[in-house]
Nanobody, 120 residues
C-alpha cells in the first residue's frame, strides 16, 4: 500500500503565493508520474500539472506561467509552487502518483487533499 500525505494549503490573498507538498511512502518499486489536481466547489476535479520521472513537466493552461511543479526523487516528494494566485484557484488540491508496484504492474494513488483558498 502507498500512502500520500499533503501539506501546505491555506488562506492567501489574491496575488500571493503558496507551496504545496506531497510525500509518498509505502511499498513501491519506483515512482513514475507525479501530478497535481484540484476540485473547486460544485465542479469536477481537474488536472493541474504533471512531472514525469525524467523531470518533464506539463501544465494546464489556466496555471501556466504561475505554477511550478517539481519533485525530489530521493524523498519521493512532489511540490507545487503557486504564485500570483487568483480567487479562481480556490479549490481542494490533490496529489496523484503512479507507482510501479511489481515488475509489470503500475498503480495510481491519491492524497487526501489540501484546501487552498484565495481571497479577493
Amino acid at each position: 500500500q502507498v500512502r500520500l500525505v499533503e501539506s501546505g494549503g491555506g488562506l492567501v490573498q489574491a496575488g500571493g503565493s503558496l507551496r504545496l507538498s506531497c510525500a509518498a511512502s509505502g511499498s513501491m518499486l519506483t515512482v513514475n508520474s507525479m501530478d497535481w489536481y484540484r476540485q473547486a466547489p460544485g465542479k469536477q476535479r481537474e488536472w493541474v500539472a504533471t512531472c514525469t520521472s525524467g523531470g518533464h513537466t506539463n501544465y494546464a493552461d489556466s496555471v501556466k506561467g504561475r505554477f511550478t511543479i517539481s519533485r525530489d526523487n530521493a524523498k519521493n516528494m512532489v511540490y507545487l509552487q503557486m504564485n500570483s494566485l487568483k480567487p479562481e484557484d480556490t479549490a481542494v488540491y490533490y496529489c496523484k502518483v503512479v507507482v510501479r508496484i511489481t515488475t509489470y504492474d503500475n498503480a495510481a494513488y491519491w492524497g487526501q487533499g489540501t484546501q487552498v483558498t484565495v481571497s479577493s
